[in-house]
C-alpha cells in the first residue's frame, strides 16, 4: 500500500489550500482515512478522518468549520480542504489509513510521506 499526500505549500493567514493523498496497491472497502498534522517540536496530532465505507467524517475540535474531509472512489484519493489558514496551521500533514477511528497515530498501518503546509501571518 503506498499513500502520496501533496498540495502543500506556503500560504497567507486567511488563504486557502487542498490537500490530496492518493492510495494505491490496495482497495479499501470500510476502512478510515485520515489527516494527522505535526508541528515543530510537537507531537503528532489528529485533524480529521473519512470512513471509506459511508464517507462519516471526522474532525478535531481544533479545526471544525475550517477543515473538510471528503473522498473520491474512482480515484482513490482522499481530500483536505483548509479553509482560513492560520499560522498555527503550519505543519507537516500527513494522511494515513486504519482499520478503526482513532484519534491515536498508532491505530493507524500506512501512513503517506507528509506534505509541509507553511502559513505566514
Known amino acids: 500500500v503506498q499513500l502520496q499526500a501533496s498540495g502543500g505549500g506556503l500560504v497567507q493567514a486567511g488563504g486557502s489550500l487542498r490537500l490530496s493523498c492518493a492510495i494505491s496497491?490496495?482497495?479499501?472497502?470500510?476502512?478510515?482515512m485520515a489527516w494527522f498534522r505535526q508541528a515543530p517540536g510537537k507531537e503528532r496530532e489528529f485533524v480529521a478522518a473519512?470512513?471509506?465505507?459511508?464517507?462519516?467524517?471526522y474532525y478535531a475540535d481544533s479545526v471544525k468549520g475550517r477543515f473538510t474531509i471528503s473522498g473520491d472512489k474512482a480515484k482513490s484519493t482522499v481530500y483536505l480542504e483548509i479553509n482560513v489558514l492560520k499560522p498555527e496551521d503550519t505543519a507537516v500533514y500527513y494522511c494515513?489509513?486504519?482499520?478503526?477511528?482513532?484519534?491515536?497515530?498508532?491505530?493507524?498501518?500506512?501512513w503517506g510521506q507528509g506534505t509541509q503546509v507553511t502559513v505566514s501571518s
Open positions: 494515513a489509513v486504519g482499520s478503526s477511528y482513532s484519534w491515536s497515530p498508532l491505530m493507524y498501518r500506512y
Open positions: 496497491g490496495r482497495a479499501f472497502s470500510s476502512h478510515i
Open positions: 473519512l470512513r471509506w465505507g459511508g464517507f462519516r467524517t
